[in-house]
């Protein structure tokens, strides 16, 4: 019986160097001294052989990866829908194997990240973003009727980026689309889906850009609930629409977009119109354009025939016929109402003319009576105190005047 090595004392030189099996148990001591530890980290490669499970766990943000191993013991407590691509949390234990030389991850257990605090981390960047105005409507940017061309971020060979292309073909087969692969779940889908958009939005002949995933498990969502993602989206200046196509727990780029729509063929028939439903709206349209156009002209035909019809045009002459004979009854009626006028005024002049010279002072005069006035100032003498001896005065008869002089009162005696 070989007996094992005596260890060797010291460090070990050129001299007096360490077998291999010396350090390869130097190593598993270091190693196992390090315990258990909680870690968490993506599920990149998962499979099952003899009932156990090698996989491999990556870092979900830095470049690093470890393998790890579940016993058949070990795996029948944990969930049983684990799988590649799931964000978990794992209690493990380093082991060194010696005779291989490698280093696994012994998993004792594993479980899901708890959803509750992915959510809250999630619903605080969605108040964060809300309250930038991210979300809100008012930024939102119209989608054009036509576009030129189409954008697609989507997963190679994908369902999606079939449904997408296929749909908007049908609809109107002359569309031109410019599709760019990104990872649509996993660590990369944040960094890929943002170049993605960035390279297209700057893409001059890109009307619209569409993001399609065509749903999956809320976690595998993620990535597009990735701040950078969402700012991306809010910042590009060609309209987004959404077609992740998870009803239960939206993404936040559904909130960012300027369009969501509830699957990748949903997006399809929004962004791309059907070009049979334009044409036969284009012919109804030509239809009821040509209808109100000739029911206008044969509206105005009919007026313009009861126009020509009426007798004012169709025979002309009967209106002066007739206004010639209305002319002729008012000129003589004007004739004898103003001959009646006459008559009746010249009577009443007449008459004040009777009144006037009865009320005349020459009609007086010529009844015997005279007027006598004094001579320098025309006063009316109207007593024989007014023309005492002497006194000039003018008497004024029906036929002319006489100067006189005044002998005085009268007495009876002369």
Known sequence: MTEAPAPVSGPPTADNPWPVGELAQKIRGYIERLGTAWVEGEITQWGVSGGNVYGKLKDLDDDATISFTIWSSVKAR??????????????????????????????????????????????????????????????????????????????????????????????????????????????????????????LDADPGIDVII???????????????DEAVVRAAAAATTPIVSAIGHEADRPLLDSVADLRASTPTDAAKRVVPDVTEELNRVDQARTRIRSRVSSKVSLEVDRIEQIRSRPALAAPGWIIDSRSEDLTRFVARGEELVSRVIEREGNTVRELAGHLRALSPQRTLDRGYSIVQQAGSGHIVRSAADAPRGTAVVVTVADGALDAVSNGPHSEDR
Do not use: C
Request: hydrophobic content about 40%; glycine content about 10%.
């Open 211 to 225: 993001v399609a995933r065509g749903g999956g498990d809320f976690q595998n969502l993620l990535g597009f609930s």
């Open 78 to 199: 944990i969930p049983a829908d684990l799988k590649q691509g799931d964000r978990v949390i794992a209690l493990i234990k380093p082991n060194y194997w010696v005779r291989g030389g490698s280093l696994t991850m012994q998993v004792f257990e594993m479980r899901h990240v708890g959803l509750g605090d992915l959510l809250e981390r999630l619903e605080r960047l969605r108040a964060q973003l809300a309250a930038e105005g991210l979300f809100d409507e008012s930024r939102k940017k119209p989608l054009p009727f036509l576009p030129g061309g189409v954008g697609l971020v989507t997963g190679k060979d994908s369902d999606a980026e079939k449904d997408v292309l296929r749909n908007a073909q049908l609809r109107w087969p002359s569309v031109r689309f410019r599709v760019v692969h990104a990872t649509v779940q996993g660590e990369r889908t944040a960094r890929e889906v943002v170049a993605a958009i960035e390279l």
